[in-house]
T-cell receptor
Framework: AAGVIQSPRHLIKEKRETATLKCYPI?????VYWYQQGPGQDPQFLIS???????DKGSIPDRFSAQQFSDYHSELNMSSLELGDSALYFC?????????????FGPGTRLTVL | DAKTTQPTSMDCAEGRAANLPCNHS???????VYWYRQIHSQGPQYIIH???NNETNEMASLIITEDRKSSTLILPHATLRDTAVYYC???????????????FGGGTRLMVKP
């Protein structure tokens, strides 16, 4: 079965640079979630989209923005990168009106800011 | 989402059953108990969920107490590959609900030993 695809899998950036992470949800899934997991921490919700509209917002810095496109893929744009942005970034997808709304996670993008 | 309490860590012998408890004393009537796990640096993986009845699937069983204030995830024959952090999450399920993000926190680190 098709899974959530994230690219790139690894990314190294310098401070103050920008980064774009991409997420391709499971086919037919209409909702995408972004989570950030710092070293030794639990995943933290950043933002979600349903049918290309922002649905919920968590602890996402103002330097970050995201969107969902017409083909349902999503991109997380990160500007003015800081050392503290080094983390695993997971994307998850779900079908909003599915009975139990399970979220399926991608393998993550490991971002390292030097 | 209601707050959950789990042991920080547990050990289990390979081939034995792993019983992971979770307290959720403030759970609301329309909230489900979900279990996810995260194997080291991989994306979290959905395991099982339930409302009030015991549930079983190919991965695990979920036992929910009659008052719904606690539950136990059971891995019937733990293998080394079950070593992971297990998260118990309480949330409203399905439908066009805002707030469908997952709140990860205080999971149990299960170590399966040979």
């Amino acid at each position: 079965a098709a899974g959530v695809i994230q690219s790139p899998r690894h990314l190294i950036k310098e401070k103050r640079e920008t980064a774009t992470l991409k997420c391709y949800p499971i086919p037919r899934h209409d909702t995408v979630y972004w989570y950030q997991q710092g070293p030794g921490q639990d995943p933290q919700f950043l933002i979600s989209f349903y049918e290309k509209m922002q649905s919920d917002k968590g602890s996402i810095p103002d330097r970050f923005s995201a969107q969902q496109f017409s083909d349902y893929h999503s991109e997380l744009n990160m500007s003015s990168l800081e050392l503290g942005d080094s983390a695993l970034y997971f994307c998850a997808s779900s079908l909003r009106l599915a009975a139990y709304n399970e979220q399926f996670f991608g393998p993550g993008t490991r971002l390292t800011v030097l | 989402d209601a707050k959950t309490t789990q042991p920080t860590s547990m050990d289990c012998a390979e081939g034995r059953a792993a019983n992971l408890p979770c307290n959720h004393s403030t759970i609301s009537g329309n909230e489900y108990v979900y279990w996810y796990r995260q194997i080291h640096s991989q994306g979290p993986q959905y395991i099982i969920h339930g409302l009030k009845n015991n549930e079983t699937n190919e991965m695990a069983s979920l036992i929910i107490t009659e008052d719904r204030k606690s539950s136990t995830l059971i891995l019937p024959h733990a293998t080394l590959r079950d070593t992971a952090v297990y998260y118990c999450i309480v949330r409203v399920a399905g439908g066009n609900n805002a707030g469908n993000m997952l709140t990860f926190g205080g999971g149990t680190r299960l170590m399966v030993k040979p």
